[in-house]
């Protein structure tokens, strides 16, 4: 069993079990999340039901892990014959989620 969660602005394929990396999310460590916007479960018995655009009563919960940081990006700008560079970054925090169960 599995489904495919929006979050953030993206759409993650969640399995229960699993630990999924999410953008930041305004939670503490070890609280429970319920993600509703359920876009495609798809059932042991291989039945897939699809969202318009969200599966109707479908719930993803989850318990909060930790925080991690992702890799750093580096900006880099530059103005030809003008002697301008400048080079920036920034490392985005992201919210660890552990996938407790899937109800359809």
């Known amino acids: 069993m599995y489904a495919i969660i929006q979050s953030g ?3 993650v ?3 229960p079990g699993t630990v999924v990396t999410l953008d930041h999310m ?3 460590t070890g609280q429970e999340i319920t993600f509703d ?3 495609l479960v798809e059932k042991d018995g291989g039945q897939v039901l699809t969202g318009a655009p ?3 009563d479908a719930r993803v919960i989850g318990v909060v892990s930790g925080e991690a940081r992702g890799p750093k990006i580096r900006v880099f700008k530059k103005k030809r014959r003008k002697g301008m560079r400048r080079t920036k970054g920034h490392r ?3 919210t660890r989620v552990m996938i407790r169960e899937i109800s359809a």
């Open 13 to 15: 394929r969640v399995d």
């Open 92 to 94: 985005s925090v992201l």
């Open 54 to 56: 969200y599966v109707a």
């Open 37 to 39: 916007r359920v876009l």
């Open 26 to 28: 305004a939670v503490e």
């Open 9 to 11: 602005g993206r759409q």
